[in-house]
């Protein structure tokens, strides 16, 4: 079993700039892809940004240029440094943690954008 704890929400305000953190930890794993889902009161849950283990990235396009994901994978870490934040970037953010046979879900991190 694989546990992903996320840290690094809070409160904001727009312009500002945060970075979320998400360290796996758990039984033997091997990853092959790590990050980053939002989900806002009353909507889907979203893809924010993925980089795999290759270091290849995929990013939202609401988010490009202003939100950067990095992997540290000695770590077993995904961070995300979000710049410009604006107030429709508020949601709870979850990691996400892909082997190559299973996937994992952090619990969330609150990000609130607002003035």
């Known amino acids: 079993q694989v546990q992903l704890v996320e840290s690094g929400g809070g409160l904001v305000q727009p312009g500002g700039s945060l970075t979320l953190s998400c360290e796996a930890s758990?039984?033997?794993?091997?990853?092959?892809?790590m990050g980053w889902y939002r989900q806002a009161p009353g909507k889907r849950r979203e893809l924010v940004a993925v980089?795999?283990?290759?270091?290849?990235?995929n990013y939202a396009d609401s988010v490009k240029g202003r939100f950067t994901i990095s992997i540290d994978i000695s770590k077993n870490t995904v961070s995300l440094q979000m710049n410009s934040l604006k107030p429709e970037d508020t949601a709870v953010y979850y990691c996400?943690?892909?082997?190559?046979?299973?996937?994992?879900w952090g619990l969330g991190t609150q990000v609130t954008v607002s003035s």
């Open positions: 996400s943690l892909r082997t190559v046979v299973d996937g994992y």
């Open positions: 980089i795999n283990s290759g270091g290849t990235t």
């Open positions: 758990g039984s033997r794993f091997s990853i092959y892809a």
